[in-house]
């Protein structure tokens, strides 16, 4: 595998509560777990900032590291309003460990179960997306799917 990565992200539904779908790396497959889409009535691109996924589209992947979130990655596309530290319509939108959408707050979370609106093991997701993601920066996803 090469110094950069495209992961690529399939969702496969979203029933207004939560989107979910598919991440791949390579020969990893994770299930994935999202909030909802929910436009932004001011016509923004980027989906209701901490209550939306984000719109479909090719982002970059950026190094984060926060005492919440450490060594993870936040998508970045300023076309879609969204980048890592604003200004912008959405920002921090990071792929880190969760379970439910209450978890979530317009970022995506990684899991090795796929449940009723949930994922589940999503810290071991996230170690084996660590694990096959050198953490650089240059690593892209395609997000594809509703939304």
Known sequence: MGAYVNLILIRDSDDGVCTMGVLTLDKLSLYTIERPWIADLTKKPGGLAGRSCVPVGTYDLVLHDSEAHPETWALVNPNLGVTHWGPSQRSAVLIHPANVVAE????????????????????????????????????????????
């Open 104 to 147: 979530l707050r317009g970022c995506i979370a990684p899991g090795l179960i796929r449940g009723v609106r949930q994922v589940q093991r999503s810290r071991d997701a996230m170690a084996k997306l660590k694990a096959m993601l050198p953490w650089v920066n240059g690593h892209t996803i395609d997000i594809m799917g509703p939304t």
